[in-house]
C-alpha cells in the first residue's frame, strides 16, 4: 500500500515563499509521476504542475514563473517550491502519486491522493 504525506504548509505574508514536499512510502511500488493540485473554499480542484518519471513537468499556465516542480527520485519525494505568493494562492495543496504495483503479478496501476497541507496568503 502506499502512503502519501504532504508537509510544509503555513501562513506566509504576499510575497513571501514556500516549499512544500510529498514523500511517498511503501513497498512494492513503482511511480510514474507526481503531481500538486489545489482546492480553494468553494472552487473546483485544479492541476498546479505535474512531474513524470522522465523528469518532464507540466504546468498550468497560471502557475508557470511562480511556481518550480522538482523531483528526488531516491527518496520518492516531490517538491513544490511556491515563490512571490498571492493572497489567491491560498488553497488546500494535495499531492497526487500514479504508478503500478510491482508487488502483483498483474501490476496494476494505481492513483493515489495526500491529506493535503495548508497555504494561507496574507495581504
Known amino acids: 500500500q502506499v502512503q502519501i504525506v504532504e508537509s510544509g504548509g503555513g501562513v506566509v505574508q504576499s510575497g513571501g515563499s514556500l516549499r512544500l514536499s510529498c514523500v511517498a512510502s511503501?513497498?512494492?511500488?513503482?511511480?510514474?509521476?507526481m503531481g500538486w493540485y489545489r482546492q480553494a473554499p468553494g472552487k473546483q480542484q485544479e492541476l498546479v504542475g505535474v512531474i513524470t518519471d522522465a523528469d518532464r513537468t507540466n504546468y498550468k499556465d497560471a502557475m508557470k514563473g511562480r511556481f518550480t516542480i522538482s523531483r528526488d527520485n531516491a527518496k520518492n519525494t516531490v517538491y513544490l517550491h511556491l515563490n512571490s505568493l498571492k493572497p489567491e494562492d491560498t488553497a488546500a495543496y494535495f499531492c497526487?502519486?500514479?504508478?503500478?504495483?510491482?508487488?502483483?503479478?498483474?501490476?496494476?496501476?494505481?492513483?493515489?491522493w495526500g491529506q493535503g497541507t495548508q497555504v494561507t496568503v496574507s495581504s
Open positions: 497526487n502519486v500514479v504508478g503500478t504495483m510491482t508487488s502483483d503479478l498483474s501490476r496494476p496501476g494505481f492513483s493515489s
Open positions: 511503501g513497498s512494492g511500488f513503482s511511480i510514474k509521476s
